[in-house]
């Protein structure tokens, strides 16, 4: 089965910077789309950025234009890259993928999550 383990977080200042990465292990055929989402302290999770299998990405009005999202296929790892971050932006942020094993269909799965907390 499919592991997502996220890794970058931690606490910053508000207008710092963070690169968040999600790399994807197991018997992985293909990895279609690749999303990450956040969930604040008491409310509901939230898509942040997708990106398919080519170049086309997707932001949450929220976080256009100060944050970027990107992949490396040879190492089949999804990167948020988070710039001139807000108090706002602190939460938990998830990984999320689209993923074909080895002998098994396309199904989608999260990871763990990374903790990301940004100071006033």
């Known amino acids: 089965q499919v592991q997502l383990v996220e890794s970058g977080g931690g606490l910053v200042e508000a207008g710092g910077s963070l690169r968040l990465s999600c790399a994807a292990s197991g018997s992985i055929f293909s990895i279609d789309a690749m999303d990450w989402y956040r969930q604040a302290p008491g409310k509901q999770r939230e898509l942040v950025a997708t990106?398919?299998?080519?170049?086309?990405?997707n932001y949450a009005d929220s976080v256009k234009g100060r944050f970027t999202i990107s992949r490396d296929n040879a190492k089949n790892t999804v990167i948020l890259q988070m710039n001139r971050l807000r108090s706002e932006d602190t939460g938990v942020y998830y990984c999320?993928?689209?993923?074909?094993?080895?002998?098994?269909?396309?199904?989608?799965?999260w990871g763990q999550g990374t903790q990301v907390t940004v100071s006033s």
């Open positions: 990106i398919n299998s080519g170049v086309s990405t």
């Open positions: 999320y993928a689209y993923v074909k094993l080895i002998g098994a269909p396309l199904s989608w799965y």
